[in-house]
């Protein structure tokens, strides 16, 4: 016997937007989605008027304006499947831009903890993609966004904060499992020309794309996966924190013009 469910999907993102009372009129042109709330906290204050669209679980989300645009802002998750609930309550309320200013760890030598990444496409190692797309789907950024994030992150570089850092380009593998990052599992996402690993760029280039909505992420190295070098609490890494943050607010000004 074959149970009918009720609905197609038992909860889509327009559910989640009715629950947490959001409508399209509230949320900005632009979304900057860091992962942790400190850092999204770090973005709301540098917003004029910022108001508090809901808070769900443990995530808030802010709007307000930054220099002339409105601009939201939410810790959208840690990992790929709190990522892809924040994603999709994004993309309903129709954002007409979307940038990660995420952290990862690095999957090269020659990059060193503190440099910063920006991501093309991303090697889908996690939950949730596969619920959205075949395997042979291979989320990527938009250009237009990556190229200018990549701009915006080497003038990041050239100044006093990242003295003598560097940014690199190129794919993100996507994980669910930190503490299962192997020589065999790290060998093949390197194979398969990743230069970082992290949490969630997968689901949310996936679910961005899946709307049709421009999205691009950019990633502060936090340690090497290949030298072993742990870097969280290297002050090096808490600096491409801040970095990360000035980019995607630098490029709301450029995006402005």
């Known amino acids: 016997m074959t149970t009918q469910m009720a609905k197609e999907a038992h909860m889509t993102g327009k559910d989640l937007m009715g629950m ?3 409508t399209p009129d509230a949320v900005g042109e632009i979304a900057l989605v860091p992962g942790p709330a400190e850092r999204s906290e770090a973005i709301k ?5 910022a108001v508090k ?3 769900f679980m443990e995530y808030s989300m802010y709007t307000g304006d930054y220099e002339g645009t409105k ?3 939410i810790n959208g998750g840690r990992f790929a499947a709190d990522t892809a609930i924040t994603t999709e309550i994004l ?5 007409k831009t979307m940038v990660r200013l995420g952290s990862c760890g690095a999957l090269r030598e020659d990059i060193n903890v503190g440099d910063l990444i920006v991501v093309t496409t991303a090697l889908k190692g996690e939950g ?6 075949d395997d042979d789907f291979v989320p990527t950024a938009d250009q237009a966004l990556t190229d200018k994030l990549k701009a915006l992150a080497e003038q990041e570089v050239a100044g006093p904060m990242l003295q003598g850092k560097k940014v690199h380009v190129g794919p993100c593998w996507t994980t669910d499992c930190i503490l299962r990052e192997t020589r065999e599992h790290v060998g093949k996402a390197v194979d398969g020309g990743a230069i970082a690993v992290d949490m969630v ?3 949310f280039l996936t679910i961005a794309q899946q709307y049709n909505i421009p999205a691009a992420v950019v990633l502060a190295v936090s340690d090497n996966v290949i030298t072993g070098e742990m870097g969280f609490m290297n002050t090096d890494y808490y600096m491409a924190e801040s970095a990360v943050v000035n980019v995607g607010l630098n490029l709301v000004k450029e995006l402005n013009q």
Not at 45 to 49: E, G
Not at 91 to 95: K, S
């Open 20 to 22: 947490v009372q959001l």
């Open 45 to 49: 204050a540098k917003l004029t008027d």
């Open 53 to 55: 669209n809901f808070t």
């Open 71 to 73: 601009v939201t802002t």
């Open 91 to 95: 993309c309903n309320a129709e954002v």
């Open 128 to 133: 949730v993609t596969q619920y959205y797309v």
């Open 201 to 203: 760029s997968a689901a």
